[in-house]
């Protein structure tokens, strides 16, 4: 597959060439090698997941993806380019965004307002540029404000615009995090264990606006995820990972039907 650009999904939707490469990565904590020589890439306009059981290095994996960990040995490429050891505000400058296990909002501040926090990275004026330039900074206000309402519109939850996001159920609070996470229009969303300690019916709605985001704004998607199910349904392909190894990678069939990832969910002791 690496030799073509581009391929048609039974969907109907394009896949384009890798906007992320991760070669030949490893990285250790101390004597315990989380990833162990891992090779896979995410092309322009899918949904890839991450999958594995517990322990398996997806943390540690997306923290790469992320920037967050610097592994020792291999390389991360990003939009072609390799990328050096940076900083998150960096990271979130090239165009990745991601959302926490752990929501990670402001829970006293309303719906609305953290979703505006996800347009920081491109504010382009300043306290001193707002003072000299009003217009401007009026202009960028209005235009951010108007990809908000449209995120909000987009993900149904104009009835909470206000609502402090400490008081809402924890499926919304994941779903303003999205929304978060999409007002930054990144060009790569990484989503750490989005159905985590959600209901059947929560999952069912993360899962359809994972789709529609990937559908309707393009939006390249990674994802890790403990609960195999979900992804299989969603995902265009899928690396499966144990003990820090890559025993799998290939559409949700081809996993499924893989005997080292079967074994690896059933628990099948290893060698
Ligand atoms: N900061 C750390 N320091 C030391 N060891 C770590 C650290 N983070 C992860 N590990 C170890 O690396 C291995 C992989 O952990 P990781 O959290 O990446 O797995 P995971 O697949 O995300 O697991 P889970 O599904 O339980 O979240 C584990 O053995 C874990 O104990």
Known sequence: M???????????RTIGAPV???????????????????????????IRAIIGPNG????????????????????VH????????????QIAHQGIARTFQNIALFKGMSTLDNIMTGRLTHMKTGMLSQIKWWGAAQREETANRELVEKI?????????????????PYGLQKRVELGRALAAEPKLL????????????????????????????GTTIALIEHDMGVVMDIADRVVVMDYGK?????TPEEVRTNQDVIDAYLGVAHD
């Open 2 to 12: 690496n030799a073509i650009d581009s391929y048609l999904t039974p969907d109907g």
């Open 20 to 46: 992320m490469e991760m070669k030949n990565i490893t990285l250790r904590f101390g004597g315990v090698v989380a990833i162990k020589d891992i090779s896979f890439d995410i092309r322009e306009g899918e």
């Open 152 to 168: 909000i519109d987009f993900l149904e939850i104009q009835t909470i615009r206000k609502t402090p996001v400490g008081r809402l």
């Open 246 to 250: 890559k025993i799998g990678d290939g």
């Open 78 to 89: 990003f939009r072609g380019e390799k990328r050096g050891p940076m900083r998150p505000h």
């Open 190 to 217: 990484l989503l750490d264990e989005p159905m985590a300690g959600m209901n059947v019916e929560e999952k069912e709605d993360m899962s359809r606006f994972i789709l529609d985001v990937n559908d309707e704004f």
């Open 56 to 75: 398996a290095g997806k943390s540690s994996m997306l923290n790469v993806m992320n920037g967050f960990y610097h592994p020792q040995e291999g390389e």
